[in-house]
């Protein structure tokens, strides 16, 4: 798609924009004067122990979720209740979800094709085309015919990656990618991340992949009960953190 | 182990080849294997299994025994038409026969293209044309059944007629009943049973049952008479007159070419003389359907009026004036029974079945190449369309046509208007159902509330009472003056209670479609129209099949709740038939278990589609 430009360097402008956003479940205040700027051909990991909110913020840039204070901009538009903006940003803004969420009665081809046909109004032939490189480069193209229930939980979760990149994103949002897979397939999962990161997509990942964290990462973000505690690079973040909290998550997953 | 050596339970390495797979132990397969796995598995198993052989064994001969011994089916011959389109006009069934042979074509066409056509679909098609061809063709050369008819002075004498073919031998006997008495009981054979002769089915009712209590004065049964066999112009052929002295008597006739012959008796005019039986061999009967009768005519020249004046003084060698009585050996069953019906159906039956194969074949055909395929798959959409409103217009018909007069929808009947009824409250109950359930979880307030309000009221009101709400109440919504055809507000009824029972099914197959299937498709950019219709509905749908194909299926046998505006479906005909018509009285057993054998046919088709549609398809395999 893009030449690999090297993911430390390069950025360019910023293209997500969050701004003091506060999100509630009812009473439960879930996301707390968030302020986060992410760059083009950024990749920023999000980590933190469950129920931080992490989830919930990447939900927040693609309006999966509503915030109800503060101001999220993706790529220049402020995301509002109006459905105009809403559909534009979805356009530009790929997600990977946890539990892959497939369609399960369209075959793998349909899967990647459907939004090109209905969304970018792509002729069949073209977007079959889309579809079948995009495989190529998830490493799956002999699934193509297959029903998503037929495939193993890494070959679909590099189905949905490549449905999401079909539609040309401009950023890529991962939702625990890994989380719901065997620890035989996570590799080939991250391998496609990791291909993807090079190639220059700006990516917003929550994941628990400590070490694709390290490797990958431009910053990693912790957060912790609704807010940011800390912001850094992988470097700074894992050998020496600042926070009090960091250090006791860190220590907590680097024990075992 | 614990003494030999320690170290062997800890450390196990296999070997480097994985051993081969074998094959089960021979006791667990095979036909033994399954007899004992399933039927006699345990005590209380084997018990059940005992029990339930003698159960079935005890209830189906009892069924056998009555079904090819003592039925009389020709109830059902007699009526097929009636049956089949009601009171349809007879000139006009060609319509019917037109819209059910091209849906036969486009069901063909379709199912072949979808699914291919199997070896079972085939081999159950031969064996069907074999039976309708071969049965027919072996029960003729079965002697027919005598024919009897209580003769007395009080009685009428109509002629009885019949028809034959040169050359063929017919045995007419005088039995005076003294001399019979004792054979009675064994008495078999087509009795005479028109309405206007009902008293002699009576007649030989009570006698038979004097007779077997040895009650019967044996001296009023001791009419003598005259019997002339008479040809189509009326000349005498043969005749033999029965007196006190020689009560039974009998005479053989050689017929000299093929028409209508008759049967005349001559009877004293003393009114006390007493009864005796006028027995008929060699004659075979006839059904008085609209084409058989059309056909006998083209072969037998037409109904002499030297005869017969008007058609109500004659008796006639037809089913419908006889009824087959005593025991049968299944040699006469097949005979008497089934060969008449079979000769009934076997044209359509055969037309039906050479439209469904060419449907087949073309379906078939299509389907090895993708372009011809694609092609035949647009075409039978904008056929089915076509022919699903067409078919309205062309068995309705249109004001002042000459080609298609209408023929209003009170006189449609029997399975015609069953389907019609059934079939049109799908197309609309269906989508009006998924509307119904996706309103209902809906965002919007007002509209949920609607589509709430609406579905729940129409659950709680019993579907007779919606029937007669749609008989009252649709006019006022249309036209408070306009005449709305019966049919059609019971139709409006049936989609309605059938979609708000759909709707809560649609709702429940939307429930199961999980949250992140929405989210997936949202976060593609899909708009809501297209989130439902390309995401969540073919999923929801798919997963409540069986539950749809149960309300179609109860909505098809829910039809014959029309009877209430007067109106005959396949099961008010049969009502109609048993109990309006004098001559099949007591025959409802026959007549009610060959609709239940129709409605389970379909039934049983519709469910072997949805069971289909299950199977196959996108989205099969599971998520």
Known sequence: ?256 | MQQTTGNSDLFYVAPQEAPPARRPPALSVGALGWLRDNLFSSPTNSILTIVMAIAIVWAGGSFLTWAFRDAEWSVITTNLRLMMVGQYNPSEIWRVNLVALVTLFLCGASVALAAGVGRPVLVTLAVVIILLLIIPASASQVAPPPIRYLVTPALESNPMLFTGEAGQTVTVAVEPLDDNAAAAAGFSGYLENTAGLQNSRNAWNDIRAQINAETLDLSEYDLALTVTLVDAEGTALAEATSTPGARAVTFDATLPADGWYALLTTVPDDPTAGAAFVRLDGVHTFTTDTGSVAERVGRYGPIPSALCPTSGDCRQVAERDLRYEGARDLGTYFATQLAPFLEAIIVPVLTGIAVIIAGAALGSFARRSPTFRKQLLRALMVAWVVTLIGSWFVLRGFEGSDLLPVVPTSVWGGLLLTMVLTIVSILFSFPLGVLLALGRTSDLPILSAVCTIFIEVIRGVPFITILFFAKLIVPFFISATADIDQAIRMMVGMTIFTAAYLAEVVRGGLQIVPKGQVEASKALGLNPIQQTNLIVLPQALRAVIPAIMNQFVALFKDTSLVAIVGLFELLGIVDFIVNGQQQFRGLTREAYLFVGIIYFIISYAMSLASQWVERTGAGTASR
């Not at chain 1, 913020?57 to 999220?72: F, V, Y």
């Not at chain 1, 509002?80 to 399960?104: C, H, W, Y």
């Not at chain 1, 009665?105 to 899967?111: A, F, I, M, T």
């Not at chain 1, 079959?128 to 495939?151: C, N, T």
């Open chain 1, 1 to 256: 798609m893009a030449e690999a430009t090297g993911s430390n360097g390069h950025l360019g402008e910023v293209i997500i924009e969050c701004d003091s956003v506060n999100k509630w479940f009812g009473d439960f205040h879930v996301l707390k004067d968030i302020s986060l700027k992410v760059r083009e051909r950024e990749v920023v990991v999000v980590i933190g122990p469950s129920g931080s909110g992490k989830s919930t913020l990447i939900r927040c840039i693609n309006r999966l979720e509503e915030h109800q204070e503060g101001k999220i901009a993706v790529d220049g538009v402020e995301l509002t209740n109006d459905t105009k903006n809403i559909n534009a940003i979805r356009r530009e803004v790929g997600m990977v979800f946890q539990s892959f969420n497939l369609f399960p009665h369209l075959s793998v081809l349909d899967n990647i094709t459907l939004a090109q046909r209905h969304v970018r109004r792509r002729p069949r032939k073209e977007a079959e085309e889309v579809a079948m490189q995009l495989l190529d480069r998830v490493g799956i193209p002999e699934q193509a015919r297959k029903y998503p229930g037929q495939l193993s939980g890494g070959q679909q979760q590099r189905v949905a990656i490549a449905r999401a990149l079909a539609m040309n994103p401009k950023i890529m949002l991962f939702d625990e990618p890994t989380s719901a897979l065997d620890p035989e397939m996570i590799k080939e999962v991250l391998d496609v991340m990791r291909e993807l990161a090079h190639s220059g997509m700006t990516m917003m990942c929550v994941t628990h992949e400590m070490g694709f964290a390290r490797e990958v990462a431009d910053r990693v973000i912790f957060m912790d009960s609704g807010r940011i505690v800390e912001i850094g690079t992988p470097e700074h973040f894992f050998s020496s953190p600042s926070h009090e909290r960091t250090q006791l998550f860190l220590s907590q997953i680097l024990k075992h």
